[in-house]
């Protein structure tokens, strides 16, 4: 029996019973939407898009959904007291080529992220930021591993307003505020679990340079062969590249996609 709007959201009303949430639906735009009730916070899910998954993975595409809300909703009720140079402090994206030193030799501190990448931290000053070193963490009387939880708390703060795009049956969606943190929202795994939970196909995040984060829906191969081209495109143009690969996001793991492009995307 073909699954219905209706019944999809009978479902996830009993999968998603909790005292401290609240569900709504705006039938509209058939947004599905579960939130803590003291914050407001909370993610929205796109009926359509649970509908098709089921229709193609049954109750195990609904479980991976369960999982990727769950996940998102227990991140958002973490919290951390902020308080003076703190709220000023997030991370950056860089590539693994990038110095571990200043010019004067002061070790900036850093943290592996994947094989391509890794996350450096910033003292945001308002139009630019300096790399926090490591003689900046004892001059601040920062402990060092509070200083990187406080970073990535403090991404999920920053707005991600995403600007999407069809292809060949694909979604593209193009995060680009230009506020120097660009790439580092894909830090914000509140952000890619959200994207996870609603995506058809498979997920994949690129961060070509520093200042764009292109996360796709990828649905058939041509997709593939699309993210491969726009993230080499976007690594050759870029003011700080980043790396020219795209990863593949799932389990909360980012791993490399090695395509090797021969189709040009269809128009």
Known sequence: MKMTTLK????LDELFQNDDWRISYQRDKDIYRIEWKETKEGVSIKLPNVIAKYEQRGEQAVEELHYHVTESLKMMKEKHELTGKEKHIFPVIRATSFPKKTKSGKKLLFTKHTAETNIYYALDLGNTYQLIDETMISEYNLD???????ALFNIRSLKITP???RVADNDFYFISPQDGYDASRILNEVFLEE???????ELVVAVPHQDVLIVADIQNETGYDIIAQMTMQFFAEGRVPITSLPFVYDNKKLEPVFILAK???KQ
Not at 8 to 11: I, Q
């Open 8 to 11: 999809m959201k009978k479902k």
């Open 144 to 150: 060092e591993t509070r200083l990187k939880e406080i």
């Open 163 to 165: 600007k999407k795009q």
């Open 195 to 201: 994207m996870r939970a609603n995506a058809i196909g």
């Open 263 to 265: 189709n040009k995307p």
